[in-house]
């Protein structure tokens, strides 16, 4: 059975950093493009961030030159860089497949709060 697990979420200041990762166990990893994506409170859970298995990127405008997303084949974990954070990043962020029909279980998240 596959597991994602999220982790590197936190509380941050506005124009701060960090990195979460997502680990991967079962086969999916090498197989499939691999994506980020969150969830604010009384809203629905968007894509952010997806990479292809070859490590082809994209990012949604509105994290456009702030978020990096990437990949560690050999560790089946997938990463997500955040630089300059904003109050509206405040959410739980998810891992998953990046495709909804490939989508496994999804795992427990990691919670971003950016507030001064």
């Known amino acids: 059975q596959v597991q994602l697990v999220e982790s590197g979420g936190g509380l941050v200041q506005p124009g701060g950093s960090l990195r979460l990762s997502c680990e991967a166990s079962?086969?999916?990893?090498?197989?499939?493009?691999m994506a980020w994506y969150r969830q604010a409170p009384g809203k629905q859970r968007d894509l952010v961030a997806a990479i292809s298995r070859y490590g082809v990127t994209s990012v949604v405008d509105s994290v456009k030159g702030r978020f990096i997303i990437s990949r560690d084949n050999a560790k089946n974990t997938v990463y997500l860089q955040m630089n300059s954070l904003k109050p509206e990043d405040t959410a739980v962020y998810y891992c998953?497949?990046?495709?909804?029909?490939?989508?496994?279980?999804w795992g427990q998240g990691t919670q971003v709060t950016v507030s001064s």
């Open positions: 998953n497949t990046a495709v909804a029909s490939t989508w496994r279980d």
């Open positions: 079962g086969s999916i990893f090498s197989i499939y493009a």
